[in-house]
């Protein structure tokens, strides 16, 4: 069974690599998506690098705070709506392989948010 602090390095870690993969690469994966500018993709990879820090830092401390728990998986869980919200609203905008992206990535924010919720703040 995983600790709060290795799922909290999981989901930072991952969230951190793909902000960098966003900002670095977003024209590509703005074609991926059958889009023409890369505003959304290297706005939402400089949030998620920010989000990746607060994460990492929250996992690296001594002491869990249950506050800053409750933020990062609220967060998670907002990203999965919003990323639900995103792909019907966009359904006819965007590639069928953005949307399942979109859906893929949901599902392991998701994941991350699961399991951080069900671990106690130590």
Same mark, same amino acid.
């Given at each position: 069974m *995983?600790? *709060?602090?290795?799922?909290?390095?999981i989901n930072?870690? !991952?969230?951190?690599i793909?902000?960098?993969?966003l900002?670095l690469? !977003?024209?590509?994966?703005?074609?991926l998506?059958?889009?023409?500018? %890369?505003?959304?993709?290297?706005?939402?990879g400089i949030?998620?690098v920010?989000?990746a !820090?607060?994460?990492?830092? %929250?996992?690296?401390?001594?002491e869990l705070?249950?506050?800053?728990?409750?933020?990062?998986t609220?967060?998670d869980i907002?990203?999965?709506?919003?990323?639900?919200m995103?792909?019907?609203?966009s359904?006819?905008?965007?590639?069928?392989?953005?949307?399942?992206?979109? *859906?893929?990535?949901?599902?392991?924010?998701?994941?991350?948010a699961?399991?951080? !919720?069900?671990?106690p703040?130590?």
């Open positions: *995983l600790s *709060l602090k290795t799922i909290l390095l930072g870690i !991952s969230s951190g793909t902000g960098i993969a900002i690469f !977003s024209q590509p994966v703005a074609n998506f059958g889009l023409d500018s %890369t505003i959304a993709f290297t706005g939402t949030f998620l920010l989000f !820090s607060y994460v990492l830092l %929250t996992a690296t401390q001594k705070k249950a506050a800053h728990i409750k933020t990062i609220g967060l907002l990203w999965v709506v919003l990323s639900i995103v792909t019907i609203g359904w006819a905008t965007i590639s069928l392989v953005g949307s399942l992206l979109i *859906l893929g990535v949901a599902g392991w924010v998701g994941l991350m699961y399991l951080q !919720s069900g671990k703040a130590i």
